[in-house]
């Protein structure tokens, strides 16, 4: 089998999974705490316990989180005027889970800047007695569970801090809990990706073999008796398999049917963009613009926002999700979050060995631009793609006012921002190009 | 663009889609004409026209197509106790869109004969009124719509008679623009596996590449404006993508967004298959028979059967599709069809160039068994699936008495015999090995 082995996951998990600035303060000063207890859901669909005979129980202690004081109440849906109204006169701040003019920031001392021109909107930092929970949860299910590292690695599993990325990226999930759901894909897709993709023990040889079997975690193989163990065995060989098995089963009991299918098609998705790309590493090849954009459609965030349901403890019905103005607000959101990680991620992609193909890399072989030029035409890129995201957004609002649909489409924009800040703060793995 | 050239169809389209053979004759005795129109749906969903500017128009006389008499009105569901009775035991013979009993069948002289010991259900030759109509639409969507092929091939596309196919799979069709719905669907993905995947023009290198930028044309790119008129001309600019595109016009106008969903998640699944089997093949490899299982549930026929509902003018609701024990009944149907192909096109794979895998060939290779011994085993992995599968849907009639999920049961149910008959049928590419 040619599975690599786990390599070390402080220099394997890619950017979007990675050591957040030890400065952060996350001093902000308009959040409230509600009184659900860790474990104990207040809202939302109630969460399993975890797997019987897995070593991974609940905490011992009850830690009270903290939330974002969502003005609508999770699942009340709002008026469309509210919705509607806000001060850019796009029409979409009210689709935000903390809308700026009713939760003013404090700001918070911390590392990294925003890259200059890029159209984003600043959120507070993440509540930080829940990033220290999801952050204790994670470490415990990435080594008791899923033996996806050695133990003398934990202290730079904590760096990561994908605990922070998380809970900032779902203001409004009912409990540590339903954090857990997103935590553990993330650490999985990442552990995946990187073991089976990129540098650190992937390759492009034989990848479609090796994402197709993890592929069975997540959507399981129906064979005859005496073949089906073999299967089953397998979801165990390697830590991408032990991860998504893990973190699919967890989700599988927390979400509705529509929501694990809805997740499954996502990830063939991801999948897919994984291996076009990989078929470019394997040539050398430098794609067009319009064909790097259609992969990194599919080599994207998506399968990450559009689990805010599942997280927020809600469904966003299958109907409404499949509708097509949906899809195509999924899409551009997804997108506009995808050229985040190309943007933040380009300096240290440019130092990585071998040539890392991202948007600014693409547009200059491509279009004969200098680095910096092409740079700001990416920016311009993931501008365009973010006010689309957030006119069309607006626009499914009106036509369809559903509360679950406004849930929905605010929790998919707080991921969008969360994304950003987490981006943006990352100075331990990020810097900006000097083009300004 | 590595995207190879459209090859001669006749010796392109994989076993699927080939010529069914010159003498069946096809009287049965049993079937009706009803009195709906071609093109003027009498039942189910109504369809629209072409899309506006294509050249392809609805015939100019109406041909009154005979449908088969299903006993139970569609939509209307049936008692579980005429479900569940049958004279096999296995409580499945209800789910059939034609029982036999309730409809003989005058064996009519054909060519073929099924496989010793493979576990199937005969069923009456499709009605021909329908398959002569359905093969002329498809060769004038092929030519004239999406220019499948040159003018000169025409009559050896007439030869592949997936018109036949179609009919033969989807009885409860309620018109021919309904079962077009499923022909062209098969065409294009027949077209797209042989001329990315399959020896006429297919090749493993790149192939990641071309099916994620074909898979556009089913699931669309959202990007800016300065890019998104090179993705679309790009979905005419070879003969797959053109079908794909057409074909997912026609669908997603007939269909409700989960069911268009649902293709495209099958779709995807599909794409994934194809691309772990190219990583065997690229690198010489034999899979274990688990893996190569595993493989063969996502290069599977099963974005056919999951379609029956939209072809038969109604909708299985997403949630009730999601289930999972809807997902299992489909995974086993679709395991059971992609094998009776690997039994079918055995002789013929091992006589073309190259190492094609199939399940005898694995089993034989992997468990040091004869051909004759491998072949054997592979028949009863084949009728596992089948009894599987039976037992499953049963199952789940009796859990979940709907009419849409008692119907869609019995479409896969169809769908399954029919690629069967087919399959034993087309003597014109297939011949049984001399193991009996």
Not at 58 to 83: F, H, K, M, N, S
Not at 98 to 103: I, T, Y
Not at 119 to 136: F, L
Not at 346 to 353: G, N, S
Request: hydrophobic content about 40%; some cysteine; aromatic content about 8%.
């Amino acid at each position: 089998m040619p599975v690599p082995e786990l390599p070390p996951p402080q220099s394997s998990l890619p950017e979007a999974v990675t050591r957040f600035g030890a400065t952060v303060l996350g001093a902000v000063a308009a959040r409230a705490h509600d009184t659900d207890a860790v474990g104990g859901p207040t809202g939302g669909r109630p969460l399993p316990g975890p797997p019987a005979g897995l070593p991974f129980g609940p905490p011992a202690t009850a830690v009270p989180p903290t939330a974002v004081p969502v003005t609508d109440a999770p699942g009340q849906g709002v008026g469309l005027e509210r919705l509607l109204r806000g001060p850019h006169g796009l029409g979409t701040a009210g689709l935000r889970l903390a809308p700026r003019e009713e939760r003013p920031v404090t700001p918070a001392p911390r590392e990294g800047r925003p890259i200059p021109g890029l159209y984003h909107h600043p959120v507070p930092e993440p509540d930080e007695a829940r990033v220290d929970e999801v952050s204790r949860r994670i470490k415990a299910w990435a080594l008791d569970e899923v033996s996806l590292y050695p133990e003398e690695w934990e202290e730079q599993f904590d760096g990561f801090s994908v605990g922070r990325y998380m809970v900032g990226c779902h203001p409004d999930a009912p409990t540590v809990d339903h954090l857990m759901l997103a935590t553990r894909l993330m650490v999985a897709e990442n552990a995946v990706d990187d073991c089976y993709c990129e540098d650190h023990g992937g390759s492009p040889i034989g990848l479609g073999e090796r994402l197709l079997l993890a592929h069975t975690a997540l959507d399981p193989l129906y064979t005859v008796r005496e073949y089906q163990p073999e299967w089953a065995d397998s979801l165990h060989a390697d830590a991408p398999r032990r991860a998504y098995r893990s973190a699919m089963d967890y989700f599988v009991r927390a979400a509705g049917p529509s929501q694990a299918d809805r997740l499954r098609h996502d990830m063939a998705r991801l999948h897919l963009g994984y291996l076009a790309e990989a078929s470019w590493a394997q040539q050398d090849q430098v794609p067009e613009v319009w064909e790097y954009l259609a992969m990194r459609q599919f080599n994207n965030f998506r399968p990450c926002p559009t689990i805010t349901d599942t997280v927020g403890g809600y469904e966003l019905p299958a109907d409404l999700h499949a509708r097509a103005d949906m899809q195509k607000v999924i899409a551009l959101a997804s997108n506009a979050t995808t050229i985040v990680n190309d943007l933040y991620s380009y300096t240290k992609e440019l130092d990585a060995p071998g040539r890392h193909l991202n948007l600014p890399v693409v547009i200059a072989e491509r279009e004969g631009l200098s680095d910096q030029d092409a740079y700001l035409k990416s920016v311009e890129v993931h501008n365009e793609l973010m006010h689309d995201f957030e006119t069309e957004a607006a626009a499914l609002a009106t036509a369809c006012p559903v509360p679950a649909v406004q849930r929905f489409l605010r929790g998919v924009a707080a991921w969008v921002d969360g994304n950003h800040h987490w981006h943006q703060s990352n100075t331990y793995r990020y810097s900006l190009p000097d083009f300004w």
